[in-house]
C-alpha cells in the first residue's frame, strides 16, 4: 500500500523539482541579459546622460571587476542562507537595481543599478549551481546544472540581439524597466514554484577557504582560468575577425554571430551530458576541439562552407565548457560547493579579461588574422594543464 501511495508522490516531487530547474534556467537568462545588455546600450545612454562613450564604457568594467571581487567573499557568507528565499532575494535586487538603471538621472546613479547586481550575480552562480544539483540527485545533477546554463546560451544567443531591439523600440531606459518587470515576475513564480530546501549547515569562512589550500582544486581553478582565457583571447573579437579577415559584409556579421550562438545550445546540452563521465576529460575534450576550431578559422576564411565547419567546432565547444567547468570545479571541492562554483565564476571573468587584452594586444602586434592562433595556442596550454592536473586528483571520487 505504501509503494502505491508514494510513487505519485514522489513522481510529483521530481516534477515539481524539474520545473524548479526550468526556473532557475529562466532566471539565469534574465540575469545574463541584465549584465550584457549594457553593451547594445551604451551609444544611446551615453546620448542621453551626456557622457563619452568611454565612460559608459566603464559601467562594463565596473560589473565585471565586482563579479571577480566581491563574489567569493559575498557567497561565502551567504551561502548557508535557504535558497528558495537567497533566489527570492537575489531577484527582487535585480528588479530594484533595474529600475534604479532605468531612472537614473546621471552616471553615478546608473552605476550603482549596475553595482548591485553585479554583487548578487556570482551568489546566484555559485549557489544555482549546487542547488539545482540538489533538486534532481548527483545521477542527474550534471544535465541539471548543464540546463540551468543554457540561459546564459540562451542570453548571449537571444537576450541580448533581442534587448538592443527593444532598446530602439522603447529606448535604454524602457529596456531596463522590461528587465526589472521580468526580475520581480521570476521572483514571485520562484516563492511560488520552488520546493523549501533544507538549510545548508553554516560553515564559517575560514572553512569554507579551506578548499584553498588543496593542490587538485586550486589546479581546477588555474584550469578554468586558462579555458577562459582561451575562449575570450578570440570570441571576444570575432565579429571584427568575421568582418576584416573572412569579409563578412558588416550587415551580415550579426547573423553569423547569432548562428555561433545557435550552434553553441547544442554544445551546453552536450556538456551537461559528457561531463558526469569525467570532468577533467570532458574539459580536455572540450578545450581540444575548440582550439581545432578556432585555428581553423583563419585558413577556412576563404570559403564559405569550411568557415562555418570551423564556427560550428569553435561554438559547440566554446559553450560546452560553461557546465563542463562549473561541474568539474564544484566537484573538485571537498567542501563549501557553493563558494567553488563562485569562484569559478569569479576566475571564469579573471580570463574574460585577460582574453580581451591579449587579444587585443595581439591585434596591436601581429594583426587580427593571427588572433586565433594565439588563442587555439593558449587552448591547447590549457589541454596540457588539465593533464597535469589530473595527477593531483585525490584518491577520493570528488572528480
Not at 524539474?18 to 540575469?31: E, K, T
Not at 547573423?255 to 569525467?278: A, D, K, P, Q, S
Amino acid at each position: 500500500m505504501s509503494m502505491t501511495t508514494s510513487t505519485p508522490a514522489r513522481s510529483a516531487q521530481t516534477s515539481g523539482n524539474s520545473l524548479s530547474v526550468l526556473l532557475l534556467a529562466i532566471c539565469a537568462f534574465v540575469i545574463v541579459t541584465t549584465e550584457f545588455i549594457i553593451v547594445g546600450l551604451l551609444p544611446g545612454l551615453a546620448r542621453d546622460l551626456d557622457i563619452p562613450v568611454s565612460l559608459a564604457g566603464q559601467l562594463v568594467t565596473l560589473f565585471a571587476f565586482t563579479v571577480m571581487l566581491a563574489g567569493p567573499f559575498l557567497t561565502a557568507m551567504l551561502s548557508h542562507l535557504e535558497r528558495k528565499r537567497l533566489f527570492v532575494a537575489i531577484l527582487v535586487l535585480f528588479a530594484i537595481s533595474n529600475v534604479a538603471a532605468a531612472a537614473a538621472p546621471n552616471i553615478w546613479v546608473l552605476g550603482l543599478g549596475r553595482f548591485l547586481p553585479a554583487l548578487a550575480l556570482p551568489v546566484f552562480w555559485g549557489t544555482a549551481s549546487e542547488t539545482a544539483g540538489d533538486l534532481v540527485g548527483p545521477e542527474r545533477a550534471g544535465k541539471a546544472i548543464s540546463q540551468v546554463y543554457m540561459g546564459i546560451a540562451a542570453a548571449m544567443v537571444f537576450g541580448i540581439p533581442l534587448g538592443t531591439l527593444a532598446a530602439d523600440a522603447v529606448g535604454w531606459r524602457g529596456t531596463f524597466w522590461v528587465l526589472a518587470f521580468i526580475s520581480l515576475l521570476m521572483a514571485g513564480l520562484l516563492a511560488v514554484v520552488m520546493p523549501a530546501i533544507a538549510r545548508p549547515q553554516k560553515v564559517g569562512a575560514a572553512a569554507q577557504a579551506g578548499i584553498l589550500k588543496d593542490r587538485f582544486f586550486l589546479g581546477n581553478i588555474v584550469l578554468s582560468v586558462l579555458v577562459f582565457t582561451a575562449m575570450f583571447t578570440a570570441y571576444t573579437y570575432l565579429a571584427d575577425t568575421l568582418e576584416k579577415v573572412a569579409g563578412i559584409p558588416t550587415s551580415q556579421v550579426g547573423w553569423w554571430l547569432m548562428g555561433f550562438g545557435v550552434l553553441g545550445l547544442g554544445g551546453n546540452w552536450l556538456g551537461g551530458h559528457f561531463v558526469g563521465r569525467g570532468p577533467l576529460a570532458a574539459t580536455g575534450v572540450a578545450t581540444l576541439v575548440l582550439s581545432l576550431g578556432m585555428a581553423a578559422t583563419t585558413p577556412f576564411s576563404g570559403s564559405h562552407a569550411l568557415l562555418i565547419v570551423a564556427l560550428a567546432a569553435w561554438g559547440i565547444a566554446n559553450t560546452a565548457l560553461y557546465p563542463i567547468c562549473q561541474v568539474r570545479v564544484m566537484k573538485a571541492a571537498s567542501h563549501a560547493q557553493a563558494l567553488a562554483g563562485t569562484l569559478n565564476v569569479s576566475m571564469a571573468n579573471a580570463g574574460i579579461g585577460l582574453g580581451a587584452i591579449i587579444g587585443g594586444a595581439v591585434i596591436e602586434h601581429l594583426g587580427i588574422e593571427n588572433i586565433c592562433y594565439v588563442a587555439a595556442a593558449i587552448g591547447i596550454l590549457a589541454v596540457l594543464t588539465a593533464l597535469l592536473v589530473a595527477r593531483l586528483k585525490p584518491t577520493d571520487n570528488r572528480a
